[in-house]
């Protein structure tokens, strides 16, 4: 009662499933990931597995984020006070900084959040 | 795609109107055996699919789709077109007498139907030795949860979040669909021998 095609098709049902858990359950999709934002709207997602340096251009000039290691920082910012360079090194999920003067902040988004939310 | 629907009147079935006939086609509709059969197999797949959805289910938005085991089974009987009509019928009459018409259960409910009838077209059209019920049926329930969730996606939860509940969901699509199909082989059988 089982022809070939229907072997095919189940071969086929068979070989999707685990693609599916691997791209929408996987490292990827578990949000090792950093938002950052422009006046509050999401510019970039950029992943913190892959070390980079991104220039943000912001209101008063461009901003300068730093991934490595699993985490992300402020380098430089054209701003007075550097209150978010002297934010450090962010890795844990909910972490965030901003530089308000030039609209550009940063939120961390992992699978394990340990911050829902932080106040200052 | 040979079958007219009981509504409508002969002459638009393609033939020459007979003047008498459009006088009284207005009272009587003239029906042929592939109707009734496309109504009672609609109707037991109604049935079907109001009996299911009175069931509690342990996960929402998991079912086991028992209805699709008439359209494939129909599909294997007589063809796709009677299997595209049965699936329709089903779906918007079961929906009116749940009372999900035009409600988000109902467009998630036909755009199911309506992905599985293309993957079921095209399987149905391939060249070759083709399909049995458990191919069809696997075909159709994935197409189903596919079709859902592209619906879903684009309608009703625009988040890239849903798809993560599409590799549980599409599991349980490929369990279901393999279930039916054995279900299918065995009722086809059951036929054919009385």
Known sequence: MITR????????????????????????????????????????????TEDQTITIPG????????????????????????????????????????????????????????????NF | MTPSTSKRPKQAAGQTPDPIEIQSAALIFKT???????????????????????????????????????????????????????????????????????????MLSLSGAVASLIVLWIAYHLPGKGFGAIGYSLLASMAHMAGQFFIAYLIFIPHPGLFRLLPPMMTMAVIFGIVNGIIVNTLIKRLNDT
């Open chain 2, 32 to 106: 042929t055996r592939d109707d009734h059969r496309i109504a009672w197999l609609a109707a037991l797949a109604i049935s079907i699919h109001i009996l299911e959805s009175a069931l509690p289910s342990p996960i929402p938005g998991i079912k086991p789709g028992l209805a699709n085991v008439i359209s494939i089974t129909v599909l294997m009987l007589y063809g796709w077109s009677a299997a595209s009509w049965v699936t329709l019928l089903r779906v918007l009459v079961g929906s009116i007498i749940i009372g999900t018409f035009l409600t988000p259960t109902f």
């Open chain 1, 5 to 48: 095609a229907d072997i095919f098709a189940i071969a086929f049902a068979i070989l999707l499933l685990p693609s599916l858990y691997i791209n929408l359950w996987g490292e990827a999709a578990a949000g090792d990931s950093a938002a950052i934002l422009i006046g509050g709207e999401e510019y970039l997602r950029v992943s913190l």
């Open chain 1, 59 to 118: 209101k008063l000039g461009d901003s300068i984020i730093e991934i490595h290691n699993n985490s992300i920082r402020f380098v430089s910012s054209p701003c007075r006070g550097k209150q978010c360079v002297h934010s450090g090194w962010l890795k844990e999920g909910g972490e965030f900084a901003a530089c308000l003067p030039n609209r550009i902040s940063v939120a961390v988004s992992r699978a394990d959040m340990r911050y829902d939310t932080i």
